[in-house]
């Protein structure tokens, strides 16, 4: 008895001291501090359109020009379009571009745009308080969105244009010749149609901060009318209904409102989110996409009520065409915010949603794309990528196929009256490569969380590859001359049903799983 006595204390003590190692380091770990996340491919959201991973260019600070657009520069070629930032762009992968506004729409009448350069008109920009020269118009967006490889996106101005304004805009895109503005556009240097498929009927018309803004009876009988002259011209487009911005008004009726009017005229309605951390509360702001999330859920609902009342068989999809981080340098000249790694994070998790909720969100455009709340800094040197680059970078070219329902159990933390899980985590399937993509975030700011990740359909099997965009402090930013924010790559063999994986304290980790055959 004795012997077995001091063999259960030696065994006893020996865990102890297990336990005290797993204690010390640089990041303690409770613990209580594990996860899992259960993964079953057969549990599917929809399907991931490609289009979530598109980008915005306003006319706005050095985005269009100074930024994509630099005629005269040594880094430009011969249309004066920056290669650097057609080789970013073309990083990023990025489907679909919208233009040109924005705020800016709301005073933008797109003849001005067209023709000879020099004979252009130079008008004063209302909703930034710039001077437009207009040398960068439809014909130049065009040019550039081939040169790049992207959809273009247009936006119509629905604040101080007209009706006939917009489906002319159609008819110089996309007739392809006979007709006044067809042959115009023909006479400006481009014989063949533009064929822009994606227009947007105006842009935040729920603000009163947007310039010829209405209320939702209103714009839901001037958007409806403009649309059917605009699918008059030309039946093949996708339109946009200008969904919610004011999220200080009463957003849920102003969706309800024109989609009564527009639901068998419209193929997506849009939705736009900012958010910030101006009150540097870290664990605040590491929760504030939660209401991208509730917003999208809600109108999801409110485009099925209305679907019910029509014989269209066409679904209605959400466009989340602006979200970004935007507050330290909002209202300020150029609006060029300098992102640091808490930042990037959060546009991880508005990635995050995108995925969780693919069945009903098929176009999300980053707000902007060049030097104004952006990835891609420019300078007279050349360019350099802010952090938030990384993140979009690894979804746009990794994260396809099919989303997936993801269980997650994951240590919390308070934050007021709501339990925020640390880890926020999407997962989808990519059938063609047979593999599993894997989206997280650990938002503890101290801690790594090490985690159990389940395969409950299939096993995992073959080097897995790892992506981790970290730095050491929350607060570290990019910069021209330093890189402190970047994406860090690894490799683990896995195999069998299960595998751990420890997920460093503030980072967003994308891990590409192998499957073996079924």
């Known amino acids: 008895m004795k012997k077995i006595t001091l063999i259960s204390r030696i065994s006893f003590l020996y865990g102890v001291i297990q336990i005290i190692v797993c204690l010390t380091g640089d990041q303690l770990l409770a613990q209580n501090d594990h996860a899992r996340i259960k993964i079953d491919i057969e549990r599917q959201v929809g399907e991931i359109d490609k289009m979530i991973y598109g980008n915005f260019v306003e006319h706005l600070g050095r985005c269009i020009y100074g930024g994509l657009y630099e005629p005269g520069s040594s880094l430009s070629d011969k249309n004066g379009f920056r290669k650097d930032v057609i080789q970013a762009t073309k990083e990023l992968n990025v489907p679909i571009v919208r233009w040109p506004g924005g705020n800016f729409v709301s005073g933008y009448h797109w003849e001005d745009g067209i023709g000879p350069v020099e004979k252009r008109p130079v008008r004063m920009d209302l909703a ?7 040398s960068f118009g439809t014909d130049e967006f065009i040019d550039w969105c081939h040169e ?26 996309n007739i392809e010749k006979g007709t006044y503005y067809a042959d115009l556009r023909i006479k400006n240097g481009h014989k063949q149609p533009h064929k822009v498929i994606y227009w947007g009927l105006g842009n ?26 605009m699918k008059g011209i030309d039946k093949n487009i996708k339109l946009v209904a200008s969904g919610s911005s004011n ?42 996409t939660r209401f991208a999330e509730k917003a999208i859920k809600i109108t999801e609902g409110i485009i099925q009520a209305e679907l019910s009342k029509t014989k269209r068989n066409e679904p ?29 994070l959060v546009v991880a998790t508005y990635l995050n949603t995108f995925i969780r909720n693919a069945n009903i969100v098929k176009m999300a ?25 990384y993140p979009l970078y690894l979804f746009a070219n990794n994260c396809h196929g099919t989303a997936l329902e993801t269980f997650v159990d994951s240590p919390v933390y308070q934050l007021k009256d709501t339990q925020i899980p640390y880890l ?28 159990d990740i389940i395969s409950q359909f299939g096993i995992f099997d073959g080097e897995a590859e790892i992506y981790q965009v970290n730095s050491k402090d929350i607060k570290d930013q990019n910069s021209a001359a330093k890189l402190l924010v970047k994406t860090n790559k690894g490799k ?14 503030h980072s967003y980790t994308m891990i590409i799983i192998p499957l073996g055959s079924r």
């Not at 009564?260 to 590491?286: A, C, P």
């Not at 060049?370 to 800094?377: D, K, S």
């Open 365 to 389: 455009n980053m707000a902007q794309l060049v030097n104004v709340i952006a990835p891609i800094f420019t300078t007279k040197e050349g360019s350099w990528y802010q952090t938030i680059f």
């Open 247 to 288: 999220y200080g008004g009463d957003w849920i009726n102003w969706n309800r409102t024109i989609l009564e009017y527009l639901k068998d005229q419209v193929d997506f309605i849009s939705l736009h989110n900012y958010t910030g951390n101006r009150s540097n509360n870290y664990y605040e702001y590491m929760a504030s």
């Open 204 to 229: 935040e018309m729920d603000g009163s901060w947007q310039m010829g803004h209405k209320n939702a009876e209103d714009y839901g009988k001037f958007a409806l009318e403009t649309a059917k002259l």
């Open 424 to 451: 926020d985590v999407s997962s989808a399937f990519n059938k063609e490569k047979n593999e599993v993509i894997l989206n997280v975030v650990n938002r503890d700011k101290e801690r790594l969380i090490i985690t």
């Open 148 to 173: 790049v490889q992207t959809e273009p996106y247009f936006c119509v101005n629905l604040g101080t244009g007209t009706m006939d304004e917009a489906r002319n805009w159609v008819e110089y895109c």
């Open 128 to 134: 930034w308080g710039y001077r437009e020269n207009n």
């Open 316 to 344: 209605i999809y959400i466009a989340f065409d602006e979200y970004n981080v935007w507050y330290r340098a909002k209202g300020e000249e150029g609006n060029e915010e300098i992102y640091n790694l808490e930042d990037a």
């Open 492 to 505: 683990q063999n896995v195999k069998g049903a299960n595998f751990t994986y420890s997920f460093p304290a």
